[in-house]
């Protein structure tokens, strides 16, 4: 392949991908835990956009309420990367980190 080229396509990928990670960015992911007692809203960007804890859970010790917690809070997580690695199918750059 030709310089030219090659770098043609580097540059059509690179728009490919900033593409992705903009949709990725606006986009939001849900998840629940402990049998929907937890449940979080992340922004693909990464933070937190919202925690809802049933109050039932705060009947528990602090360990317990902790795990729930991350529990969801690392399902969301998945949920995002499993967007991005699906977005980013075709483009041969699957598991790379794209998106910190």
Known sequence: MKQTGLLANLANMQKKMSAIQSTIATSSF??????G??????AGTGKIESLTIDPDLLKEDAATVSECILAAVNAAN????????????????NGLQLLS
């Not at 849900?30 to 049998?35: H, L, N, Y």
């Not at 007692?37 to 992340?42: C, G, I, N």
């Not at 949920?79 to 750059?93: F, M, P, R, V």
Request: proline share 0%; net charge positive; hydrophobic share 45%.
């Open 30 to 35: 849900s998840s629940t835990a402990a049998g």
């Open 37 to 42: 007692l937890v449940t979080v809203k992340m």
């Open 78 to 93: 998945d949920a995002k990367e499993a967007a991005l690695k699906e977005a980013c199918k075709g483009l041969g750059i």
